[in-house]
């Protein structure tokens, strides 16, 4: 392989990252264990490094090299910004009190800044990229302090070196950890934190060379960041940033026996900072050939990179469906042949795999010809190998790969005529309401409702005892009935509570619901769940995205009886909790064999029945939630206009055949919305909740600047941290909400559904909700009601 002179071999075959949680969430059980005082930091510290250990054998199991960087070391407790972060002593003043003599955070430190403690609120938590991950936002000012304070990186690529695996680092790149980064509290109005990137690179070198010191041979920086040109920084300002970024690391700042650098940039095209990145003195490139494509290569760009590395990702990091390896080869040949003869290419995934669950073969209960259809990490990794050998040297595997995606072009299920025909039979008129004014009107007189009325945004806590209960149904311990009647005690007990705390607008709780998507899922066709399908969500939180393989449909009723019930519980309204169409496919393994926007029509088709079946049983009052909205924004502005047209469009076909009198609602949490404002207004529902808390509501001036006509519920509770709101502070953030919303609009609620609380700190905090809506209420005016 034609390398520069003294750097290592790229290996043929690699992946970006790997599932960090453990097949049986091994690492989300130590550390709930941590925080719950039933064990240590140095029995916590055993578990991860032995999982770290389980993983570098199944990786080199699985076939990639043991002394070749090609298996990543990518482990984090909780977040990978937050572990930079960490890393580098760059945290917020408000936590300074919990860093060390040397200015490292501990364990428990390192969760406190991500759960925050009392008045100290945790760091800012927003989705990662296009994807249902979640990360904190690091607070970046002027005189943020950037140096290496703590090493758990580097002891963890020391530790595998000892066992004689040669690991390859990953860590988060400097432009993207600055790029995802807010402003602190103290810097000054219009501060960038990009303008930091010099002093934050010297610490990036100090990194570095901690990391040659240790013997490492290769190091991959993620710069996600440069596949998106929707930064607030100007396009030319970020392309400079990479190339001083990159200059210093591998040239101004490096020693000669640096580590070679890899910049891996997931989840779209590079486009023309590819150029910016070949200028510089980087070994190897990674692309995301799965959602991008091949940048344009001109013949400088060849000359910068002759003797280097571009690797193509080619196998999704990002679904479960099986690699197309003709499709994927054919890729490859093109860059190859698109670099000349003197830019080797490797093969990878488009992103790290930390976003699929394990292995197939731990899913026993998932039909055996939909199984053959997927690919989890493990699998993946074989196609990489795959790709990697070719297929004169990997036949079979090029054969099974033939046979399997004839095989479910031709499935049953996978088209059925009847929805199909359905939705081509769609006019303008059903994804329409009546005009605003004349719905708030009817609902007005059916609802009667107080000024700033106050509601929860759908779940409550899932105790043990409701999870005992699900899991001796499905052991057949219990008999159905058994199981229902337990959980229509659970939403007496929750009505009564709400009754109890003086809420306004009541829901059920959901303690029949093991996943707002998952829940949905097992009660439509074209839908599969898995028994043990874990992607990590955010810190020790993880789900089982469902698999949407097939056309969707609606059977039978789904939320009814359990609306129904506890509609006859009270004479409050009570809230019909649906999860919206964009959710559903967000937090799914879609098929990608038909457009998005086909599949998110077929399942608002599905939910518009059930609204329908609400309204008839007497509920006037449904909530279509939709925190994914933002979420699958794509991250080139070019490309926007069109997500937006048909996702805000799947919203509205699902609601637009409520009557006038029926109160829709929808819910928004943990994105940067004010970048889809616009679209927001256009979902068109007559309420809207939105996260805001954790912001200190941050959305206040895009509501105010686009306009919003409808009702607006900024959540003033953060449910993401187990610390309880104040009156004070909920009074504080429900007065500025006041200011900008105004006292017609506004409604009162926590950030996001209560399902992960438990009770004792859910009770204190809506106690104090209640306690300082009603305060405003009497500074307004207005009867105090409840």
């Known amino acids: 392989m034609s390398v520069h002179e003294g750097v290592p ?10 599932p960090r949680i453990g097949p049986r969430r091994e690492l989300k059980r130590a550390v709930e264990s941590f925080w719950a005082g039933r064990s240590t930091a140095p029995e ?10 389980r993983t570098r054998t199944n990786l080199a199991g699985l076939g990639l090299g043991t002394d070749d960087a090609s298996i990543p070391s990518d482990f984090t407790f909780y977040d990978q910004v937050l572990s930079v972060a960490a890393h580098l002593g760059a945290i917020p003043e408000r936590f300074a009190h919990l860093r060390g003599p040397d200015g490292a955070l501990d364990l428990a430190g390192l969760f406190t800044v991500a759960r925050g403690e009392g008045d100290r609120a945790p760091l800012e938590m927003t989705k990662w990229f296009d994807s249902n991950y979640h990360y904190l936002v690091p607070e970046i000012g002027p005189d943020t302090e950037f140096r290496l304070v703590e090493t758990p990186s580097v002891e963890a690529f020391a530790t595998a070196l000892a066992d004689g695996v040669v690991t390859r680092p990953v860590i988060v790149g400097p432009v993207t950890f600055l790029l995802l980064a807010k402003p602190s509290e103290s810097a000054p109005e219009g501060f960038s934190p990009l303008s930091r990137l010099d002093d934050l690179l010297v610490a990036y070198a100090e990194w570095l060379r901690a990391f040659a010191e240790a013997g490492a041979t290769w190091v991959q920086l993620d710069e996600p960041a440069l596949v998106s040109d929707t930064w607030a920084e100007p396009s030319a300002q970020v392309s400079a940033a990479v190339g001083r970024a990159y200059q210093a690391l591998s040239v101004d700042l490096a020693r000669p026996d640096r580590p070679a650098l890899f910049v891996a940039t997931p989840y779209g095209p590079l486009g023309e900072r590819f150029a910016d990145l070949a200028a510089t003195g980087v070994e190897a490139i990674g692309l995301d050939l799965v959602r991008g494509e091949a940048p344009a290569i001109d013949d400088a760009v060849r000359t910068a990179l002759a003797g280097r590395t571009v690797v193509a990702g080619v196998v ?28 080797d290419v490797a093969v990878s995934t488009s992103t790290s795999l930390f976003h699929v669950p394990h292995t197939t073969s731990d899913e026993p209960d998932l039909p055996q010809r939909l199984l053959s259809w997927l690919a989890f990490a493990d699998e993946k990794v074989g196609e990489v190998l795959a790709l990697a050998a070719g297929p004169d040297a990997a036949g079979e595997a090029f054969a099974r790969s033939r046979e399997v995606a004839a095989d479910r072009a031709g499935a049953p299920g996978v088209v059925v005529p009847e929805v199909r025909s359905r939705a081509a039979g769609l006019t303008e008129a059903d994804f329409h309401r009546s005009a605003y004014d004349a719905r708030v009107a009817a609902q007005d007189a059916v609802l009667d409702l107080p000024p700033l009325p106050t509601t929860t945004i759908g779940s409550f806590p899932q105790t043990s005892e409701l999870r005992v209960a699900r899991a001796s149904l499905r052991k057949g311990e219990i008999t159905a009935e058994q199981y229902a009647e337990a959980m229509r005690a659970e939403i007496a007990h929750v009505i009564e509570l709400q009754e109890k705390l003086g809420l306004d607008v009541l829901v059920h709780g959901e303690p029949e619901r093991n996943d707002m998507v998952q829940y949905f899922a097992e009660n439509l066709d074209g839908f599969a769940v898995t028994q043990n399908g874990w992607v990590q969500s955010y810190g020790s939180r993880c789900t089982r995205p469902s698999i949407l393989w097939g056309d969707v449909s609606r059977p039978a009723p789904i939320t009814v009886d359990w609306s129904r019930h506890a509609a006859s519980l009270t004479s409050h309204p009570v809230k019909g909790m649906l999860t919206g169409p964009v959710t559903i496919l967000a937090w799914s393994f ?64 699902a609601t637009a055949g409520a009557a006038d009198a029926t109160q829709i609602h929808t819910h928004l949490c943990y994105s940067e919305f004010g970048e889809v404002i616009g679209a927001i207004d256009g979902l068109d529902a007559d309420v809207t909740s939105i996260e805001a808390a954790r912001s200190k509501m941050e959305i206040l001036p895009d509501i105010n600047s686009s306009g919003f006509a409808r009702g607006i519920g900024p959540g003033v509770y953060d449910i993401h941290s187990p610390r309880v709101p104040s009156t004070a502070e909920i009074t504080d953030l429900l007065t500025a909400a006041l200011a900008s919303v105004g006292e017609r609009k506004l409604w009162v609620n926590p950030d996001c559904g209560l399902k992960t609380r438990g009770y004792p700190e859910t009770v204190a905090s809506l106690e104090n909700l209640v306690a300082a809506t009603r305060s405003v209420r009497e500074r307004l005016g207005a009867p105090v009601q409840g």
């Open 44 to 53: 916590l510290s055993a578990v991860a490094g032995d999982l770290r250990e």
């Open 9 to 18: 071999a790229f290996p043929a075959a690699t992946i970006l990252g790997y």
């Open 316 to 343: 999704d990091g990002h679904n479960i469906w099986r690699t197309d390896l003709d499709a994927a080869t054919a890729s490859v040949a093109a860059l190859r042949a698109a670099l000349g003869g003197d830019v």
């Open 590 to 653: 879609v098929r990608d064999d038909q457009p998005l926007a086909d599949t998110a029509n077929q399942v608002a088709l599905a939910l518009r029945d059930e609204i329908a079946d609400l309204e008839a049983a007497g509920i006037g009052v449904v909530q279509v939630d939709e925190p994914a909205l933002r979420e699958l924004l794509p991250l080139r502005r070019a490309a926007q206009s069109a997500y937006l047209d048909w996702s805000v469009a799947s919203f509205r076909l």
